[in-house]
């Protein structure tokens, strides 16, 4: 697997999701078409910050995808969904 340089955004995002996977997202005012699912993973919170359903505070599900904007060149995202507040954001671009 290559290795990827990641910078960190974690800003909130609209996802449009298609078959359970996100299929577009706008990011900085611009619509994504998701071109690629290349990865699909949970993260969880630390064990000792877990509440009464089981969940942790931070425990989401992760995408890593390949998306486009209209005349842009494509980019590899994360984009994470927190169970816990039912919001997505776009957690990395990496390069």
């Given at each position: ?61 992760m995408w ?32």
């Amino acid at each position: 697997m290559p290795a990827f340089l990641a910078r960190r955004y974690d800003e909130p995002t609209d996802v449009e999701r298609r078959d359970d996977a996100p299929a577009a997202f706008v990011w900085r005012s611009r619509r994504h078409a998701v071109t690629a699912v290349l990865a699909h993973w949970w993260e969880t919170g630390p064990w000792w910050r877990r509440i009464d359903v089981g969940l942790s505070d931070d425990e989401r599900e992760m995408w890593r995808v390949e998306a486009q904007a209209v005349d842009r060149t494509p980019v590899v995202v994360e984009l994470g969904f927190a169970w816990a507040t039912g919001t997505w954001s776009l957690r990395a671009v990496l390069d």
